[in-house]
């Protein structure tokens, strides 16, 4: 069974922090990895995408991949409140699997 | 953008009744799929579609069954629903490429069987 670990939080930062969230994945196979933001009542809105090695960064949010630790996460800089959500890592590698998410919390 | 559009954002009906869900993407999208969504479980694959008339079974298909009659729809349908589906439905789309392509999604319809 193809797994995808979130620690489910709740993660609370204060407004301005760095909140950083983190995802395990055990398909070795696995080639491209996605984060995802939902807010409460809402679906999920795609908001990073990684494919390889190393850092990517969009704006306040930098993804980051080590695929030899099989290990992905997303941080997110200069919290806002706006920010409160869950965060679902999907990892994809012939077919898409979902993490239960992190709920993040930024308290002003 | 993508648009991803789900027939119902709340439903109620009766156990027994046969629900039909429905989805529509304009992206020209091969791949769709249905997910339900409960709290601490997290998103689980029901069925998914990756072309007309083709369908696949997720990881808990057990009564549901879908319909694609055409590329840009996908129905879900509860075929006698029952109150253990009360969930969070949410419906996705993405290029055939899916192990490369990120899903994008549906608002999601809250169905609640009583």
């Known amino acids: 069974q193809k797994e995808v670990e979130q620690n489910s939080g709740p993660l609370s930062v204060p407004e301005g922090a760095i909140a950083s969230l983190n995802c395990t994945y055990s398909?070795?196979?696995?080639?491209?990895f996605f984060w995802y933001r939902q807010y409460s009542g809402k679906s999920p809105e795609l908001i990073m995408s990684i494919y390889s090695n190393g850092d990517k960064e969009d704006g306040r949010f930098t993804a980051q991949l080590n695929k030899a630790s099989q290990y992905v996460s997303l941080l997110i800089r200069d919290s806002q409140p706006s920010d409160s959500a869950t965060y679902l890592c999907?990892?994809?590698?012939?077919?898409?699997?979902f993490g239960a998410g992190t709920r993040l919390t930024v308290k002003p | 953008d993508v648009k991803v559009t789900q027939s119902s954002r709340y439903l109620v009906k009766r156990t027994g009744e046969k629900v039909f869900l429905e989805c529509v993407q304009d992206m020209d999208h091969e791949n769709m799929f249905w997910y339900r969504q409960d709290p601490g479980l997290g998103l689980r694959l029901i069925y998914f579609s990756y072309d007309v008339k083709m369908k696949e079974k997720g990881d808990i298909p057990e009564g549901y069954s879908v319909s694609r009659e055409k590329k840009e729809r996908f129905s879900l349908i509860l075929e006698s629903a029952s109150t253990n589906q009360t969930s969070m439905y949410l419906c996705?789309?993405?290029?055939?490429?899916?192990?490369?392509?990120?899903?994008?999604f549906g608002d999601g319809t809250r169905l609640s069987i009583l």
């Open positions: 996705a789309s993405s290029f055939i490429d899916y192990s490369n392509q990120p899903q994008h």
């Open positions: 999907a990892v994809s590698g012939g077919d898409m699997r």
């Open positions: 398909d070795r196979g696995s080639q491209s």
